[in-house]
């Protein structure tokens, strides 16, 4: 059984930074195409960051994180995490963690390309 754990999130001020965490049981990090999104309230659940499987070389940003936010994996402990600097209130979403254990590159930003996902963790950033 896989799940994905998702924690980190709290409540900052503009400018900060936070650093999220997704530990993973039942697959292997290192073996899986691993990402974050974000979903705000009352919008779609949006791509952040993915590292695909095997390759910790090419890594994905949306254009709105990129230069902000690094996503990393770390195979001994079967973890994923997500840095966040120079928050804004922008920024302020829940933080889903998804994992799939294929690595297509046309479906890595959306939704549909993933078929494990954690219960979020909730970030929000005051102005």
């Known amino acids: 059984q896989v799940q994905l754990v998702e924690s980190g999130g709290g409540l900052v001020q503009t400018g900060g930074s936070l650093r999220l965490s997704c530990a993973a049981s039942g697959l292997s990090v290192r073996s899986s195409t691993m990402a974050w999104f974000r979903q705000a309230p009352g919008k779609e659940r949006e791509f952040v960051a993915a590292?695909?499987?095997?390759?910790?070389?090419?890594?994905y940003y949306s254009d709105s994180v990129k230069g902000r936010f690094t996503i990393s994996r770390d195979n001994a402990k079967n973890t994923v995490h997500l840095q966040l600097n120079q928050l804004n209130p922008d920024d302020t979403a829940d933080y889903f963690c998804?994992?799939?254990?294929?690595?297509?590159?046309?479906?890595?930003?959306?939704?549909?390309?993933?078929?494990?996902w954690g219960q979020g963790t909730q970030v929000t950033v005051s102005s």
């Open positions: 998804a994992a799939t254990t294929t690595g297509i590159l046309s479906t890595l930003r959306q939704t549909t390309g993933y078929n494990f």
């Open positions: 590292l695909r499987r095997y390759d910790s070389t090419n890594i």
